[in-house]
């Protein structure tokens, strides 16, 4: 089943305009977007197929800090994490 999961990671700096955008050029194989310009929290919508919503989330966080470390960005703990099914977003 594929999943759209939202990540988030709280730092401690601020982001510019150019490190979201180096991570949303490194999530872009996994169908994501990025979000973060002139805050201390970055994220990313990630699609995933996996069997639960537990399995949803750590693929894609596996996948968030990857991309994170490739666009070089600080490391900082994922505050929110959330997975939506594609069955669950068709009913709504």
């Known amino acids: ?3 759209s999961v939202g ?3 709280e ?3 601020v982001l510019s305009r150019e490190q979201v ?6 999530v872009a194989p996994s ?3 990025a979000t973060g310009v002139g805050t201390s929290r970055y994220g990313a919508r990630l699609i995933v197929d996996a069997a639960s919503r537990e399995e949803a989330i750590e693929k894609a966080t596996e996948e ?3 991309a994170a470390r490739q666009a070089g960005l600080p490391g900082a703990p994922v505050v929110r ?3 939506v099914s594609e069955d669950e ?3 709504s």
Do not use: H, N, S, T
Not at 21 to 26: F, N
């Open 1 to 3: 089943m594929r999943w």
């Open 7 to 9: 990540l988030e990671a």
């Open 11 to 13: 730092g401690e700096r």
């Open 21 to 26: 955008v180096d991570l949303a050029d490194a």
């Open 31 to 33: 169908q994501g977007i």
């Open 64 to 66: 968030f800090l990857r």
């Open 81 to 83: 994490a959330e997975a």
């Open 89 to 91: 977003d068709d009913r």
